[in-house]
């Protein structure tokens, strides 16, 4: 009963237009009422308390470093860097949108922030060198799915931060299963643009290569200084949010010189109305989690699968499924928001290790933001490119697969996930 009473107010909630933050409290409040223990005051500690957490401040320090680098340049000059060393193969704007996703991955952590860049930027080459836009749209929106999964990763301080689990061995476990994520589009995309017959971007010089590599370069020290800074232990994923915001800041103004003073207002400005939601959005989820560990949530769910606790392979296979079914239906952060805390004391049960589980689960709610009818990043491409819907979903299904087909490897293969973590944090 207790389980129905949360679900039903909260999708009750949201069907009736709530922003989802009210929609957690309103279900929280439910909760409170059905176990009679309804207190005001335990709502607003709990929602100050939420937001109240040091590691949490390296998210609105995170997005402000992705505005900045975008509107520094720092963004383009990945791109371009990729374009001179692969632009000119068979289908190689296709080689630079993953390459590029994976760099820019590597910087910002925001799915939304790399695809809309992505897609600015490569979509119009794309067409007019002739390729498929359905196709080029869907790579583009899958190769920006990667930015969750490599450090510095948003979703993985979100999971740390409700599961009570190391965002810094996230970061370090987290990197393998990224590059595995960009190897599969290069793969699918090899397979599935090979009889495509498109203008080719001409061949560039050595010596052009590496002016343009050299450009980009303090593109590439960032992301250097923020996983080995981690990595040596020379600061934590919050102090290294604040390096990446000076970084990008004094490379933008200084040294490519593309942000100017009077832009300062409107960047931070928008990096604080994101950060607003997100923030919202975590404390009004830890006072539902708070909820649903008093009302005993976790035990009732463990019991529903308790045939699976001999099998943690099998388990796994379960609780991803489930999680591909929500997020079809949810967002990234509110997926991230309501199941952390059901779920995170089943799989401590169950004898999983909470990393390797946090990063099969923020995998799988990346690929969630590829999966219609939500599908927030091809909403992104499609406003973007300027490219209808159906064509979006029409071309991104091959790379969607090939996504799963990686999740489905780390499953089988945890080993994928722990064993360079282990061999980074020494």
């Avoid at 595995?180 to 090899?190: F, H, K, S, Y």
């Avoid at 498109?198 to 343009?212: D, G, H, I, N, T």
């Avoid at 590439?220 to 990595?231: D, P, Q, S």
């Avoid at 539902?288 to 005993?296: H, K, M, Q």
Wanted: proline share 6%; aromatic share 8%; hydrophobic share 60%.
């Amino acid at each position: 009963m207790t389980i129905t009473v949360f679900v039903l107010s909260l999708l009750g909630a949201m069907a009736l237009g709530m922003p989802l933050a009210f929609s957690l409290l309103v279900s929280g409040v439910a909760l409170m009422l059905h176990l009679d223990q309804f207190d005001t005051q335990i709502v607003s500690q709990n929602l100050i308390s939420g937001a109240d957490n040091f590691p949490l401040m390296a998210v609105p320090f995170f997005m402000l470093a992705g505005e900045l680098m975008n509107a520094g340049g720092m963004s383009r000059r990945i791109v371009q860097s990729a374009l001179v060393w692969v632009g000119h193969l068979q289908g190689g704007l296709g080689y630079v949108a993953v390459f590029a996703a994976l760099l820019m991955a590597s910087l910002s952590g925001s799915a939304v922030a790399d695809t809309a860049a992505l897609a600015a930027v490569l979509l119009p080459m794309m067409r007019d060198a002739g390729y498929r836009m359905d196709r080029s749209a869907g790579l583009i929106a899958a190769g920006g799915i990667i930015a969750p999964v490599i450090p510095p990763s948003i979703g993985f301080i979100l999971f740390g931060v409700i599961g009570g689990v190391s965002i810094s061995k996230l970061f370090m476990a987290g990197i393998v299963p990224g590059v595995l994520m960009g190897l599969a589009l290069l793969v699918t995309w090899r397979i599935v643009a090979r009889s495509d017959r498109v203008s080719v971007a001409p061949k560039v010089p050595l010596r052009e290569r590496l002016r343009v590599t050299a450009d980009a370069f303090w593109c590439y020290l960032l992301a250097v200084t923020i996983i080995g800074g981690m990595k040596a232990g020379v600061f934590t994923p919050t102090e290294a949010a604040v390096v990446a915001v000076v970084y990008a800041l004094l490379v933008g103004m200084f040294i490519y010189r593309e942000i100017h003073p009077r832009q300062l207002y409107a960047i931070v400005l928008a990096a604080g109305k994101t950060s607003a939601v997100v923030m919202f959005l975590v404390a009004a989820a830890l006072v539902s989690a708070w909820l649903i560990t008093v009302a005993n949530i976790p035990a009732q769910v463990a019991a529903l699968v308790e045939p699976f606790h001999d099998s943690p392979r099998l388990l796994m296979a379960l609780l991803m499924l489930l999680v591909v079914v929500v997020g079809t239906a949810l967002d990234f952060a509110p997926t991230v928001l309501i199941l952390t805390p059901v779920l995170m004391p089943l799989v401590r049960q169950a004898g999983i290790d909470p990393v390797y589980f946090g990063v099969l689960f923020i995998i799988n709610n990346a690929i969630g933001l590829l999966t219609p009818p939500v599908g927030t990043v091809l909403n992104v491409v499609c406003g973007v490119g300027r490219i209808p819907m159906h064509e979006v979903i029409r071309g991104v299904w091959p790379f969607l697969l090939s996504q799963l087909v990686v999740l489905g490897l780390l499953i089988l293969f945890p080993a994928l996930v722990l064993a360079p973590m282990r061999w980074m944090l020494g």
